[in-house]
């Protein structure tokens, strides 16, 4: 009887196979077939589909829905990888589609990090060591290498994929099918083969709630970078003189500095 209680209030159905050491919160549903590691924690209220596999050692937030033949937290596909102890961490409210993949990560004690609100579609793939915002959209098959950091409100399109070590700004769009191979400068959007620069995300920036004044001087540090000929140290010194500071504008300019892998440059007969 206590058996059948823990099943009825978890929504466990009875061709699931979880191990009696993985954590479960309340009212988390978990669909037939689904396997559920020993050192998993699944916070309240999350979903779990049919076929699903979660394992290794990892968080699953509030509210979450996994879609049937998903797989988390799987050792990394990294030659590096010698059975370490690493992480997957997913936020709340978060929903992972049909047969996404998110691995944990290389090196001992290092961590996969996946936000909040965020919608990963189907055939999607999280690499080792991605760190993912919050609110951000990847469209079905589009891939992160290792190391991939991808900041909050970005976009990815289907059957991207994005090199390894690149960054992908705050609030920027990527079109479908392209080729990534340097950081994605935040508010752009990008596409192509490799992918370049085509404008601003001037929809993204007002559904995000990001002030009228904000976006013009966005507007005006993007001119100063894309549109005037300067290299990208020369860039950044006229923003810093002739832009008005905002947190985003300081957001911008801090992302260009620290653009180990160089920018997504601009297509020469785009103009704005």
């Not at 009825?8 to 549903?29: F, N, T, W």
């Amino acid at each position: 009887m206590k058996a059948e209680k823990v099943i009825a209030l978890h929504k466990i159905h009875e061709a699931a196979v979880v191990h009696p050491m993985a954590r479960i919160g309340k009212d988390v549903e978990i669909g037939p077939y689904a396997v559920i590691g020993e050192n998993v924690v699944i916070d309240d209220g999350t979903k779990i589909g049919a076929h699903v596999v979660i394992d290794g050692w990892t968080s699953i937030g509030k509210n979450c829905v996994i879609f049937p033949g998903a797989s988390i937290g799987a050792e990394p596909q990294d030659l590096k990888f010698a059975g370490e102890k690493s992480y997957v961490f997913i936020g709340d409210n978060t929903k992972i589609r049909e047969c996404a993949t998110v691995n944990r990560a290389t090196g001992e004690g290092e961590e996969t990090r996946i936000g909040s609100s965020c919608l990963m579609m189907a055939y999607t793939h999280v690499a080792h060591n991605c760190v993912v915002g919050n609110n951000v959209i990847m469209s079905n098959a589009a891939t992160l290498a290792g190391h991939v950091i991808v900041e909050d409100r970005a976009v990815i399109g289907g059957l991207t994929g994005v090199h390894q070590f690149v960054k992908v700004g705050r609030n920027a769009m990527i079109g479908g099918a392209s080729k990534v191979v340097q950081d994605v400068v935040p508010y752009t959007i990008v596409d192509g083969h490799p992918a370049k620069v085509s404008g601003l995300n001037s929809v993204g920036m007002s559904r995000a709630g990001i002030p009228i004044a904000s976006r013009r001087s966005i507007k005006k540090a993007y001119k100063l970078l894309y549109r005037s000929g300067l290299s990208l140290a020369q860039a950044i010194a006229m923003i810093e003189q002739e832009v008005d500071s905002c947190s985003e504008v300081d957001h911008f300019l801090r992302f260009l500095r620290n653009a180990e892998r160089g920018i997504c440059r601009g297509r020469k007969e785009v103009g704005e």
